[in-house]
T-cell receptor, first 110, second 115 residues
Framework: QKEVEQNSGPLSVPEGAIASLNCTYSDRGSQSFFWYRQYSGKSPELIMS????GDKEDGRFTAQLNKASQYVSLLIRDSQPSDSATYLCAPRGGSYIPTFGRGTSLIVHP | EPEVTQTPSHQVTQMGQEVILRCVPISNHLYFYWYRQILGQKVEFLVS????????KSEIFDDQFSVERPDGSNFTLKIRSTKLEDSAMYFC?????????????FGPGTRLLVL
C-alpha cells in the first residue's frame, strides 16, 4: 500500500511570511514528485515537480526532495492571500500513476 | 493556452441509473486519465488510457465503470449503475507522454451527485 502523508492543517501564516508544507511517502520506487494546488471545488493545478535530490526553485516556490528520508517539501516565500488553498503532494513511482496525499490546507491571512 | 474540458460540470442522477461523463483532452496529448475525489477526501486514480486501451486501472475501477474514446477528441467515463457512494468530483486529465516526469493536466471536473 503506497502511503503519502501530509499534515492536514490548516497551516496559518501571515501575508509575506514563508509557508512550509511537508510530505512523506512510503513507496521507495517513487521517481518524480509533484505539488498541486487545489482551490475549494476546483481541480488540482500543478505548482512544481521535482525529480532529483536537493532544491528546485521556481519564482516564489521551492521544492525540496530527500529520497533517502522519503521526504519532499514545498516552501512558499512572500505568501499571499491568493495562495490560500489545499496543497497536494503526489509522488509517482514505476507505474507512472501519482498517489495523492490528502493535502495540507494553507491559510494566508492579511 | 490549451486546456482539458469536461462536461457536464454538474450531474444529478438517481441510484441505479447510467451516467456518462465527457472529457476533451488537450489535442496533442496521447495519455488520458480519470480520477475521482469524494468530498473531503484525497484524489484517487481510476484508470489510464493509451492507444485505445486501458493501460492501468485501480481497484476502484470495477465492472460498473468503462472508458471509451468514441472519436478523435472525446474521452468518456461511463458508470453503468450508479451507487450512492459514486457521488464525487470526477476529474479527467491528459498528458503528452506516459513517463514518470510527464505533467498531467487536469480538467475542471464533473460533480456527480447520486440520489
Amino acid at each position: 500500500q503506497k502511503e503519502v502523508e501530509q499534515n492536514s492543517g490548516p497551516l496559518s501564516v501571515p501575508e509575506g511570511a514563508i509557508a512550509s508544507l511537508n510530505c512523506t511517502y512510503s513507496d521507495r520506487g517513487s521517481q518524480s514528485f509533484f505539488w498541486y494546488r487545489q482551490y475549494s471545488g476546483k481541480s488540482p493545478e500543478l505548482i512544481m515537480s521535482i525529480y532529483s535530490n536537493g532544491d528546485k526553485e521556481d519564482g516564489r516556490f521551492t521544492a525540496q526532495l530527500n529520497k533517502a528520508s522519503q521526504y519532499v517539501s514545498l516552501l512558499i516565500r512572500d505568501s499571499q492571500p491568493s495562495d490560500s488553498a489545499t496543497y497536494l503532494c503526489a509522488p509517482r513511482g514505476g507505474s507512472y500513476i501519482p498517489t495523492f496525499g490528502r493535502g495540507t490546507s494553507l491559510i494566508v491571512h492579511p | 493556452e490549451p486546456e482539458v474540458t469536461q462536461t457536464p460540470s454538474h450531474q444529478v442522477t438517481q441510484m441505479g441509473q447510467e451516467v456518462i461523463l465527457r472529457c476533451v483532452p488537450i489535442s496533442n496529448h496521447l495519455y488520458f486519465y480519470w480520477y475521482r475525489q469524494i468530498l473531503g477526501q484525497k484524489v484517487e486514480f481510476l484508470v489510464s488510457f493509451y492507444n485505445n486501451e486501458i493501460s492501468e486501472k485501480s481497484e476502484i475501477f470495477d465492472d460498473q465503470f468503462s472508458v471509451e474514446r468514441p472519436d478523435g477528441s472525446n474521452f468518456t467515463l461511463k458508470i453503468r449503475s450508479t451507487k450512492l457512494e459514486d457521488s464525487a468530483m470526477y476529474f479527467c486529465a491528459s498528458s503528452e507522454g506516459g513517463g514518470h516526469q510527464e505533467t498531467q493536466y487536469f480538467g475542471p471536473g464533473t460533480r456527480l451527485l447520486v440520489l
